[in-house]
């Protein structure tokens, strides 16, 4: 069975960064482009971010663009996201999901548990 | 951006009965070398992450039941519930994946009358 694992998410203060991981395992990695996904606290799903299986493309929200990174180590089955001048409307969880090919152009079938993302003072 | 509408905001539906929901896209999803519509459908019940329930309009994904289905082409979908059991109490949702940034509908909540 495919697997997805988030961690990162805690609490950071408006302007400060952080950085998501997810750990993918029982699928060969680089096959498929990946996502993340937010929810906000009583709100609806936002898609955030896709990467290519080979992380040679990449694209972007216009609400995270510029402050966001989307990145994938394939050695390492793991998916990134790093997240710099966080806002409090960045308070989310998060969640990463597999796209259904190596594009990122495509439905995500497999989707994490996701990991909360707090930004207050 | 394409602008993602679902209609009814919400719904209450009797064990058994049909459950509609639809999906409006402000552009259309259908890709015209392949033929496919870029749409999906998503079922998130209260502390789920989402679950996929049918991709390219109307492909069950595997292991859905069949008493979902999808629909439509170009800028107008529906998903339907035949026949809805007391599991299928959720908030469903239309994403668009044809052009970037891909986007979500507001979502439809669903529950037994």
């Given at each position: 069975?495919?697997?997805?694992?988030?961690?990162?998410?805690?609490?950071?203060?408006?302007?400060?960064?952080?950085?998501?991981?997810?750990?993918?395992?029982?699928?060969?990695?680089?096959?498929?482009?990946?996502?993340?996904?937010?929810?906000?606290?009583?709100?609806?799903?936002?898609?955030?971010?896709?990467?290519?299986?080979?992380?040679?493309?990449?694209?972007?929200?216009?609400?995270?663009?510029?402050?966001?990174?989307?990145?994938?180590?394939?050695?390492?089955?793991?998916?990134?996201?790093?997240?710099?001048?966080?806002?409090?409307?960045?308070?989310?969880?998060y969640y990463c999901a597999k796209g259904e090919g190596g594009s990122g152009y495509s439905?995500?079938?497999?989707?994490?548990?996701?990991?909360?993302?707090?930004?207050?003072? | 951006?394409?602008?993602?509408?679902?209609?009814?905001?919400?719904?209450?539906?009797?064990?058994?009965?049909?459950?509609?929901?639809?999906?409006?896209?402000?552009?259309?999803?259908?890709?015209?070398?392949?033929?496919?519509?870029?749409?999906?459908?998503?079922?998130?019940?209260?502390?789920?992450?989402?679950?996929?329930?049918?991709?390219?309009?109307?492909?069950?994904?595997?292991?859905?039941?069949?008493?979902?289905?999808?629909?439509?082409?170009?800028?107008?979908?529906?998903?339907?519930?035949?026949?809805?059991?007391?599991?299928?109490?959720?908030?469903?949702?239309?994403?668009?994946?044809?052009?970037?940034?891909?986007?979500?509908?507001?979502?439809?909540?669903?529950?037994?009358?």
């Amino acid at each position: 069975d495919v697997q997805l694992l988030e961690s990162g998410g805690g609490l950071v203060q408006p302007g400060g960064s952080l950085r998501l991981s997810c750990a993918a395992s029982g699928l060969v990695f680089t096959n498929y482009g990946m996502s993340w996904v937010r929810q906000a606290p009583g709100k609806g799903l936002e898609w955030v971010s896709v990467i290519s299986g080979g992380g040679d493309s990449t694209f972007y929200a216009g609400s995270v663009k510029g402050r966001f990174t989307i990145s994938r180590d394939n050695s390492k089955n793991t998916l990134y996201l790093q997240m710099n001048s966080l806002r409090a409307e960045d308070t989310a969880v998060y969640y990463c999901a597999k796209g259904e090919g190596g594009s990122g152009y495509s439905s995500m079938n497999v989707w994490g548990q996701g990991t909360t993302v707090t930004v207050s003072s | 951006d394409i602008v993602m509408t679902q209609s009814p905001d919400s719904l209450a539906v009797s064990l058994g009965e049909r459950a509609t929901i639809n999906c409006k896209s402000s552009q259309s999803v259908l890709y015209s070398s392949n033929n496919k519509n870029y749409l999906g459908w998503y079922q998130q019940k209260p502390g789920q992450p989402p679950k996929l329930l049918i991709y390219w309009a109307s492909t069950r994904e595997s292991g859905v039941p069949d008493r979902f289905s999808g629909s439509g082409s170009g800028t107008d979908f529906t998903l339907t519930i035949s026949s809805l059991q007391a599991e299928d109490v959720a908030v469903y949702y239309c994403q668009q994946y044809y052009s970037i940034p891909f986007t979500f509908g507001p979502g439809t909540k669903v529950d037994i009358k």
